[in-house]
């Protein structure tokens, strides 16, 4: 489930929606227009254009449709996912906008909630394809987090690391099988465009959404930055959040929830033993009276969707002791949430 | 989670459980030699010895998981699904019988069931790393019939067939292993 076959997917559903009417042909070329500029990535102007249809109707189906793929495009998931959930709410017989939410859930790495849409998508579908593929895909990522939990557990299980490559292995390679399988649904696409042809929908956007979804293959081959970059934008906002609770546990001094933020296999300083540093840090913060520990100015990179690296200055204020100084967090994703397996301080 | 790995799991199990007893030698030569019989695939007579214990002491939680896992090599899966169901509702904050639950749910293709046994082991036990292993293998095999259903309603792509090939090919490495 990467976002360039969401993009297919979306392609393929925006045809479908538009089979659905066949109404009024200046909002259907002001859609069309909307269309075409959002298939050229103008997406501001495609907003514009979307916003104006829907000024006129505001509960128009496809206006909003389009509306939640560009969003999605422009990395505004919040956005993208609440366009959606209305849709389903509205027309809970449709299976695509649940099948769009699960995309955009997964995208967030919020995998049950991507489960759960594409439950719905099945259910009122039972034969749409792509959302058993998806909902694979989602079993797939699921299993991959589970292992390597596992395998953080207990570095030594060989099994399991074997079953964790194999299964990352699927991931990558089911990347690397993805542009003829593409290509293969863009023709479907075109196909589906065609009873259509004359009044509503001529020939030209099917060939755009063809032509798009042929195109998006070789970018997403050079040059993932699309995935890596929604990735990015959507998780630094959960290790960010996860950061900030951690410096709010120690300041609140809660001891057992703060230990809860470092990962089974944290790197301990001095190569301490975990129990002995998990008693020095009890004793620490317990007997503080007050503590008051500020993260400002972070910042986060990934080196890949479940590695993360926090920067940072940190203040610590206690009674007795006031210091600052520029903190480094490594941070792993494990069971959907993000731990530290290292802490630097300089 | 096959059936290999499945008896190296018990067998750690069994040895776990035998570490938290102290009390009665005789007791505990009784359960020793219950779970040797087990070990040899002696499969009628641990039960008979199990089941003298349990006259005894119906509620002990060792021979009871002893005689879940006797069930369990006698193919006998209803019987040891109750047993392992009845101790976890006694003991809830042990993760094993949760996680032999999984594997007994599992091995008749109950995935959601196994899925929701292991996440209990897991809240029991956040650690317990033959859970989350579990868990991994069972969304690998939802994983594997969702590519398998979605192939079914497109024959011809590519990308599925690709994905299904590769989980299959990691489920049989589990088998073979």
Known sequence: MNMNNCFCRYAAMFAGVLLLTASMAVRADDLQDANKLFKQKQYSQAMDKVNGILSGKPKDAQARFLKGLIFTEQGRAVDAIKTFQALTEDYPELPEPYNNLAVLYDSQGQYDKAKLALETAIRTHPSYSTAHENLGDIYAKMASQAYDRALQLDRSNATTKTKLAMIQDLFSASARAKSPASGKAATDIAGMGKPQTAPAMPAPPAANVRASAVAAPAAKANIPEKTVVSAAVDNSGEVLKTVNAWAAAWSSRDVKKYLSFYAADFKVPGGEKRADWEAARQERISKAQSIQVGVSNATVSFSDSNHATVKFHQSYQAKHLKTSGNKTLLMVKSGGNWLIIEERAK | ?177
């Open chain 2, 1 to 177: 989670m096959n059936m290999f790995n499945r008896y190296c799991r018990h067998a750690a199990l069994f040895a776990a459980a035998l570490l938290l007893a102290v009390s009665h030698a005789v007791y505990a030569d009784d359960i020793q030699d219950a779970s040797k019989l087990l070990q040899q695939k002696q499969l009628s007579q641990a039960l008979d010895k199990v089941n003298g214990i349990l006259s005894d002491k119906p509620k002990d939680a060792r021979a009871r998981f002893l005689k879940g896992l006797i069930l369990t090599e006698q193919g006998n899966a209803a019987e040891a699904i109750k047993i392992f169901t009845a101790l976890t509702e006694d003991y809830p904050e042990q993760p094993e019988p949760y996680n032999n639950l999984a594997v007994l749910y599992a091995g008749q293709g109950e995935y959601d069931k196994a899925k929701l046994s292991l996440e209990m082991a897991i809240r029991a036990h956040p650690s317990y790393a033959t859970a989350h292993e579990n868990l991994g293998d069972i969304y690998t095999k939802m994983a594997s019939q969702a590519y398998d259903r979605a192939l079914q309603l497109d024959q011809g792509n590519a990308t599925t067939k690709a994905k299904l090939k590769m989980i299959q090919d990691l489920l049989n490495k589990l088998i073979t292993r």
